[in-house]
């Protein structure tokens, strides 16, 4: 195992041709980042997915709001099953109304989130910027905050908060082999399985987050009660209803 | 009129402080100074500012204090050679006739053509392909037509081509000018020396303007739609190339979206042939560049990617057709955009939406092809061909829901004929139809 490690980082230090050239990988330029001179394998043909839940929750602050700080509410991106980031996220940036102190805030470690008090309903922005070997652009979210609820019924209480959450899947059409390599058994990363003839280097897990003692996961977190389930069947099943009934009328 | 309301003046104040007696109908006065046609383009009012002073129009002439007369004079032109004398007429100020050469002797210009000595011929000027003599007559012809060489070309004796005369015109004429020059350096910078005369990119150059300008239509068609081409694929690998920063990944297998690449190479008007798989029918190759495109990103949201095939999917139908495929799925109770868009979910959505474009093609075909049966029927006794999609529809029910304003409008016949068809296998409507009109018209 180590051997093989050791091997493939040989390999990417010496940017040479690998030995080994199955049809699916294939190669790519130097990249211009002074930090990486290694060459980039990619996997042609295998999509890695990353399932996400962005969104807000405000809580009214009931007797102690005032004219100017009257909810307090958190921005996130989360793991769609709560798992940690972190093993492709490497920083959230989020922008908000120019009216905030410092509008540009800038989350460096999992979990990506944060906090703040205001009375205002904005268009936050979210840019996710992820490890170097998983994707050089940032990908780019938008989320409107919401503060007052939908149903106008009765006064706003302290304990319900509004929730806004939506789902999505990041794709990375081309992943890299060390990207692969490194997620392909962790939780929060959908991978598809590669043939046998690929030898991929197993990568040793090193969770360098067991050791921290800030979890990157949200599966404890405080508001946790109030994330969304988003499960596919539901939709699964009326799509698969509808399909049903158009279907027999185009044969 | 209007003008005065605002103003608030009275309304016949300024005519009578201008035009000292005068009767209200102006019109019928002359008025002096300017001519009655002209003043009554004023409206037959004065203007409320007389912008020229209506007494100084006449009297310029007189204040000047002198005598004009015009005078029949002759006259002779410094232009020309002989000493013709003719006459025209003069203006005579105070009895001094003008003085001067004629006033167009001065756009008498003509060019210099220079003339060589023929020491000067032998010493510099012999050429293999022309003779003394053609040389003299070229130059004859130069001077006496000014340098327009089509017409010394016309009128040279032996025949020879524009390009070989101004070739020999230019080139004798260089010689000359450095050959007297005293020093190189004088005559570097006379225009002659400067510019060479290049023959054979001359001849080259009015060969394609022939060309060009016996273009057919058709061909001049087809140079712009390539020329459009190119610049669609040069723009598309711009924004490819800015969208991708530092790193250009070199795709190695992009076989299947021979359009782009294939085309780049040879720009060939017919791209069809160059796709190199020629399975690939319309929607496919939509579906393969949505892809390439989303690829080229690097990474990218499912929902977004799901947004892009659907617009891919739905490129040639039009508004109408999409609102009603929107439509259509809101009936069904399914989400416009999946609020869990995971890859079998984005998939689904996909290839539901396909199928209900294919289901609304397939009705608005049918309603065409029933239009066409009812005027057959109208027209003659001759039955209409079977129209092929009606045995598919079974489900009467979905099929009433999903043509909401299409078959249900026109009241009673139609509906006749929905019921119809849910009956026996409908091969020949027409057939079926026509005993029910006969009976309700007897």
Not at chain 1, 15 to 36: G, W
Not at chain 1, 104 to 120: A, I, T
Not at chain 2, 208 to 220: C, D, F, G
Not at chain 2, 221 to 237: G, M, T
Request: proline share 6%; glycine share 4%; net charge neutral.
């Amino acid at each position: 195992m180590a051997q093989t490690v050791e091997n493939d980082v040989q390999l990417e230090g010496n940017a040479t041709e690998s030995n080994l050239k199955p049809q699916r990988l294939k190669i790519t330029r130097f990249s211009d980042d002074s930090d990486k001179k290694i060459l980039l394998k990619r996997l042609k043909d295998v999509e890695i997915s990353v399932p996400i839940v962005y969104g807000t929750i405000a809580f009214w602050l009931g007797r102690k709001a005032t004219e100017t700080q009257s909810h307090k509410w958190t921005v996130y991106v989360r793991g769609a099953t709560n798992e940690d980031l972190g093993v492709v996220i490497k920083r959230a940036v989020f922008q908000l109304h120019p009216s905030f102190n410092n509008p540009v805030r800038v989350v460096e470690s999992p979990p990506f989130e944060l906090s703040e008090c205001g009375w205002g309903e904005f268009e936050i922005a979210i840019s996710l910027f992820f490890h170097n070997d998983v994707c050089e652009k940032q990908l780019d979210l938008y989320h409107h905050l919401k503060l007052y609820s939908e149903d106008e019924s009765g006064p706003q209480s302290t304990k319900k908060p509004v929730v806004v959450e939506t789902y999505n899947e990041i794709v990375f059409p081309d992943p890299s082999e060390d990207f692969y390599a490194r997620v392909q058994k962790h939780p929060a990363v959908i991978v598809p399985r590669l043939p046998v003839t690929i030898n991929l280097p197993s990568v040793l897990a090193t969770n360098v987050e067991d050791l921290n003692e800030k979890r990157g996961d949200t599966k404890d977190h405080p508001l946790s009660q109030w994330f969304n389930n988003f499960s596919e069947a539901d939709e699964l099943l009326k799509l698969a209803a509808a399909r049903q009934q158009v279907g027999p009328l185009t044969s | 009129m209007d003008a005065k309301d605002i103003l608030g003046l009275p309304k016949n104040a300024l005519p009578i402080q201008e035009k000292k007696s005068k009767p209200p109908k102006e019109s019928q006065r002359k008025p002096d100074g300017i001519s009655r046609e002209v003043y009554a383009l004023t409206g037959g009012l004065a203007p409320l500012m007389p912008a020229v002073d209506v007494n100084q129009l006449k009297r310029k002439a007189q204040s000047d204090n002198e005598k004009i007369t015009w005078q029949w004079l002759p006259f002779t032109n410094s232009a020309r050679k002989d000493s013709l004398q003719l006459y025209h007429w003069v203006r005579v100020v105070n009895g001094i006739p003008p003085t001067g050469d004629y006033s167009f002797a001065k756009y008498n210009k003509s060019v210099d053509v220079l003339k060589y000595t023929d020491e000067e011929y032998e010493k510099y000027l012999t050429d293999p392909a022309w003779t003394k003599e053609e040389t003299d007559q070229l130059f004859d012809l130069c001077e006496r037509f000014d340098l327009r060489f089509i017409v010394v070309a016309d009128r040279f004796p032996s025949s020879k081509t524009v390009e070989e005369l101004k070739d020999r015109y230019y080139s004798v004429s260089r010689a000359i000018l450095i050959a007297r020059a005293l020093s190189p350096g004088d005559v570097a910078t006379h225009p002659l020396v400067k510019e060479t005369y290049n023959a054979s990119q001359e001849t080259e150059r009015k060969r394609a303007l022939n060309l060009l300008l016996s273009h057919t239509k058709q061909q001049e068609r087809k140079d712009v739609e390539v020329l459009a081409q190119a610049k669609k694929i040069s723009e598309a690998r711009k924004a490819s190339k800015a969208s991708e920063e530092s790193e250009l990944p070199v795709l190695s297998d992009i076989g299947s979206l021979g359009a782009d690449k294939a085309t780049a190479d040879t720009v060939n008007p017919s791209t069809n042939s160059q796709i190199p798989s020629s399975s690939i029918t319309a929607p496919v190759s939509e579906t393969a560049s949505v892809i390439a495109s989303l690829r080229m990103l690097r990474v990218y949201l499912r929902s977004y990617a799901l947004e892009q095939m659907v617009q891919a999917a739905s490129s040639s139908a039009g508004l109408r057709t999409i609102k009603r495929v929107e439509q259509t799925l809101q009936d069904l109770g399914v989400n416009l955009k999946p609020k869990v868009p995971t890859k079998a979910v984005c998939a689904e959505h996909l290839e539901l939406r396909k199928e209900i474009l294919t289901l609304l093609n397939l009705q608005k075909q049918l309603q065409y092809k029933e239009a066409e049966g009812s005027s057959f029927r109208e027209g003659s006794y001759t039955e209409t061909p079977g129209t092929p999609p009606k045995q598919s529809l079974r489900a009467a029910d979905l099929d009433r829901t999903f043509t909401p304003d299409s078959l249900s409008i026109g009241g009673e016949r139609f509906g006749k004929r929905e019921q119809k068809r849910k009956g026996p296998a409908p091969s020949s409507p027409a057939q079926s139809k026509r005993p029910r009109k006969y009976k309700a018209s007897d």
